[in-house]
Structures are given as structure tokens and as C-alpha cells.
């Protein structure tokens, strides 16, 4: 294996346990899911993202992509916690963590109710499913 894909690997190795400890301890075990396939899912890109940068700006923005199309950020949903938890959490800014965060969605078109990356809870409360 090259010496480029060895640190892309050890890089996302970081980045997932950087994730996993965050979900564990804040959210719960979909999250580390959600986590561990988007995360996968970067490394394989061609030009992978999180190649250059903080991996703690990157765990940060993961978590935060997701959690914008499940409605982590609503009080009146389970799990909750607030984007600046999050950046706090990993010591990062807010306006770093979501432009990082609007790349990672455009970049797999995440969306509300996304059949890939929504929580089952989300998935199954989607206006569209019985259409």
C-alpha cells in the first residue's frame, strides 16, 4: 500500500474514533452508524476531504451534516445537543464547522428524510414515505 493511503486510512481511523467518542458519550449508537458510513463513504472519494485540515474541524462538521438533516439541533427532538456543544467539544469555531459541514452535504447531496443518512426515527416520520 502507498505511503498516501496509509495516511488517508490513519486519518480516517482518527476521524472515526474522534466521531465515535462524541456519539457515544453525547448521542447514542445510530449516530456512531451514521458516523462511521459517512466517514467511510469521504475516504473513499477520490479527492478525500478530510485529507488536509484539523480531523477535529472534520469529526465536527461529520457530526454536525448529519445532525442538520436529522434535526439534532431542535430541542423537541431525541437526541439534542447544540451546534456549539459540538464545537465546543471538539475546540473548533461554529462558521469553520459549518462551512466544513455544507461541503460534506453538497458533496452526497444530504437532505431532510435522506434515505441513506437519516436516523430510523427521522426516516419514518418522512410526509413522502406513504406517497
Not at 40 to 62: C, N, Q, S, T, Y
Not at 71 to 78: A, Q
Request: with cysteine; glycine share 4%.
Amino acid at each position: 500500500m502507498s505511503s498516501k493511503k496509509e495516511t488517508i486510512k490513519e486519518k480516517e481511523t482518527k476521524l472515526l474514533e474522534l466521531t465515535r467518542s462524541f456519539c457515544t458519550e453525547k448521542l447514542d449508537d445510530e449516530y456512531v452508524q451514521l458516523c462511521e458510513k459517512l466517514v467511510k463513504k469521504m475516504g473513499r472519494k477520490h479527492d478525500v476531504p478530510f485529507k488536509r485540515g484539523r480531523l477535529e474541524i472534520w469529526a465536527a462538521a461529520v457530526i454536525h451534516a448529519l445532525g442538520s438533516i436529522n434535526f439534532l439541533f431542535d430541542k423537541s427532538f431525541e437526541p439534542y445537543v447544540s451546534a456549539r456543544q459540538i464545537c465546543k467539544h471538539f475546540g473548533t469555531k461554529k462558521p469553520t464547522v459549518s462551512n466544513k459541514a455544507k461541503t460534506i452535504k453538497d458533496m452526497f447531496s444530504m437532505r431532510y428524510f435522506d434515505p441513506e443518512f437519516s436516523t430510523k426515527g427521522i426516516a419514518s416520520e418522512n410526509p413522502l414515505m406513504y406517497m
